[in-house]
């Protein structure tokens, strides 16, 4: 596959419905369904409305940086 800016106009348009598959996949994964499911615990007020902000910037650091955030984290509690 070429870079982006290695393609022309017409062959970027050509690779957007494999981006856009691409983006659904992820979206149907693991974080996908952990974000879902964060939400769904937000909106049924299952989690304090003081915990929310905390809540959600833990589930982002884990999501999109895995094993290494809970190693951050780990480190902020020392």
């Known amino acids: 596959m070429t870079d ?5 106009f017409v062959e970027a348009v050509k690779y957007l419905p494999a981006r856009v598959i ?3 996949n992820k979206l ?3 974080k996908g369904i952990v974000l ?5 615990l937000i909106r049924g007020e299952m989690i304090p409305e003081p915990a929310v902000g905390y809540t959600w910037i833990f589930i ?3 999501t999109v ?3 290494k955030a809970l190693v951050f ?3 902020l509690k020392r």
């Open 4 to 8: 982006y800016k290695d393609m022309t």
């Open 22 to 24: 691409n983006a659904v």
């Open 28 to 30: 149907l994964g693991m």
């Open 36 to 40: 879902a499911g964060t939400i769904y």
């Open 60 to 62: 982002v650091l884990i």
């Open 65 to 67: 940086f895995g094993e």
């Open 73 to 75: 984290i780990k480190d």
